[in-house]
């Protein structure tokens, strides 16, 4: 999972010096860290980025790429909560059980790359009692990207034919969405998306204008999804309580939508483009748009494109062109090789690099939220839990006179993530950071209703748990 670059603040400094009201506004929203005001400050009704100032685009671009990084940091955390709260329900004798919990756990076993044990989770959800036809068809889905990310070609070809989408727009978008995780290619064909229309066609139609892209189609339809936090489906138990049940998907969407707004728009700056294509080219990174990111990172010899255009060649199998795009990255000072352990981290054969970039700068990162967040991302990323929270918690500034509002969000949801995968004496905190974030972003709703409803204390009646 990717993270956030360390020198983007400096950037935006210089890009805005001279920005004109309009700009200082959004740039005043941005630097309060509330990235959907700024960008609604600074589109207004339009949807369109013709006619904006290269100032609005500069910070246009960076509340979207700042909000990215934020909801991927959501997913990041949604998924370390609902894989062992899903598991619970699925196996707990204290647990009540519901016909969609083992759908719901192979989702996030899937997100985990957990492929053969999310495998028998979706089979055995193909004829469950009590299962909707939409989640079994979905199951079946998932079951070929389980088998396409195992190797069975064979069987994944076979299962992905088994479903019928034609006519069912949200089928086909989940189809399309399960094809390009398992490294296929194939895009959706939605229709016309109704003003109520469910989670699955909103993410349908939203997928399609992520992967074409299409920013005018992108914007309106992420607003929808990003202000209301109601769980792709509730089920009733004892008591009036209902079990909510979230898709991964809608997270990893999102942040997706958001990469793609911010290629666009500093892509479409006309003027500093030594600062504008590496960003451009960062965010086309971040929204996997290979091909694009690789033409907006020639077009500048900022030093830091070697990090992503490693990483471009890397993830091909390039590895010895990627060292020497790496080399002297790492060795350029404590913020350079920051960022590259935050692009190692994707790789897994680099962990124990990553981890050693920690044991040299942990220090240099304690007094700099910043750093210490572009770092503890990299650890969490890399499976190193314990580290994260070392070097994240001790940037925390509880007793200074900034405070924790003056933290990035995506800082705050990593720290939360770190804390929770340290256990209950810290869950408090991580309540607490989640729910400070609500009002400004709601879509947090989804992951503070599901990490309440890990973190609850067991209710029992006999051998059943009543719900969170």
Known sequence: MRRTPILLTLMLVVLCSTAPA???????????????????AVLGAQTRLDGLSDEDLFVLGYAHLQRGYLLRELAALDVTIATPYYHKRDTSATATRTPYTAYFLGRYLFETAQFDKALPYFEASFDRRGLGEAYRQRARIWAAACHARLGRTRQAAAAWDAVAVSGNAPLAGERAFARWKSRAAEAPACGTVAADAPAAA??????????????????????????????????????????????????????????VQAMEAFGSARSRQRETRLLAGLSAFEAGHDDRARAFLDQTD?????????????????????????????????????????VAARFPVLRREVFAVYRRQRQAASGNPLLAWTLGSALLASKQPQAALAVLGAAYPAGSPAGPDALEPAYLVALAHAQFMAGPRYYPLVRNHLAGLLDAYPVVGGVLDLAQAYMAPERKTGRKRTGP
């Open 22 to 40: 309009s700009a200082q506004q959004a740039e005043r929203l941005r630097r309060q860290h509330r990235y959907t005001e700024a960008i609604q």
């Open 202 to 259: 909103l993410r349908c139609a939203l997928w399609a204008a992520v992967r074409a892209p299409d920013p005018p189609v992108l914007y309106p339809l992420q607003r929808r999804l990003l202000d209301d936090a109601a769980p792709d489906y509730a089920y009733a138990v004892d008591d009036g309580l209902a079990l909510h049940f979230y898709d991964p998907a809608t997270l990893d969407m999102l942040a997706y939508a958001d990469f």
């Open 302 to 342: 900022h030093p830091w494109r070697a990090a992503y255009l490693g990483a471009l060649a890397y993830q091909d199998g390039e590895t010895a062109q990627a060292e020497a795009l790496w080399r002297g990255l790492r060795s350029a000072g404590v913020e350079a090789e920051v960022e590259w352990a935050r």
